[in-house]
């Protein structure tokens, strides 16, 4: 059984410009959700695919968006990239999605806006 | 809407010594409470987690956390500190809406000194 697994593991943009970061679900899970993380800071929640749809969005504008393929790997797409854009992106897995689900997190993509 | 606090930004202990990190969490509803584990440079992993089953939840690693309504606590503890423990440490609660995402407190870091 594979875990979590994100690409790129690091990536410098400029602001501006739009950036796509992709993970890969744990086998048999069929939601995934995303994290920002800013230095020194504890994940914030982005938003949440189940079965490709989007199921729900935390306090971040529309210039982050995603997808959900049926293989239900995932893509966070961010647009007009602004130096507070700078953190960890953590995408995490879980079974079902329930509240007592586990999400398992990947390893994260480090992205730089300079 | 679920919130979590987490005392104390950075603990020190010595090795051998006991571990506690506090967490507190404010929920509307009965709460699921994780703690995660996150390395440098790492994504997170998760330590236990409390599902309304019993009230002392063992984890890996030798952690272990209790739930205490009473209180709204669910504080970390380790009886003896290992220098691998040195990592930052989150509490999170999920939340009851339709996406079940995670709401994080802002961390710990845990040292621990020879």
């Known amino acids: 059984e594979t875990g979590v697994t994100q690409s790129p593991t690091h990536l410098i943009k400029t602001r501006g410009q739009q950036v796509t970061l992709r993970c890969s679900s744990q086998?048999?899970?069929?939601?995934v959700s995303w994290y920002q993380q800013a230095l020194g800071q504890g994940p914030q929640f982005i938003f949440q695919?189940?079965?490709?749809?989007?199921?729900g969005r935390g306090n971040f504008p529309p210039r982050f968006s995603g997808l959900q393929f049926p293989n239900y790997s995932s893509e966070l797409n961010v647009n007009a990239l602004e130096l507070d854009d700078s953190a960890l992106y953590l995408c995490a897995s879980s079974l079902t999605g329930l509240r007592t689900d586990t999400q398992y997190f990947g390893p994260g993509t480090r992205l730089t806006v300079l | 809407a679920q919130s979590v606090t987490q005392l104390g930004s950075h603990v020190s202990v010595s090795e051998g010594a006991l571990v506690l990190l506090r967490c507190n969490y404010s929920s509307s509803v009965p709460p699921y409470l994780f703690w995660y584990v996150q390395y440098p440079n790492q994504g997170l992993q998760l330590l236990l987690k409390?599902?309304?089953?019993?009230?002392l939840v063992k984890g890996i690693n030798g952690f272990e956390a209790e739930f205490k309504k009473s209180e709204t606590s669910f504080h970390l503890t380790k009886p003896s500190a290992h220098m691998s423990d040195a990592a930052e440490y989150f509490c999170?609660?999920?939340?009851?809406?339709?996406?079940?995402?995670?709401?994080f407190g802002s961390g710990t870091q845990l040292t621990v000194l020879p």
């Open positions: 695919y189940y079965r490709e749809e989007e199921n």
């Open positions: 409390y599902t309304s089953a019993a009230t």
């Open positions: 999170a609660v999920s939340d009851d809406g339709s996406a079940r995402q995670l709401t």
């Open positions: 086998s048999g899970h069929n939601t």
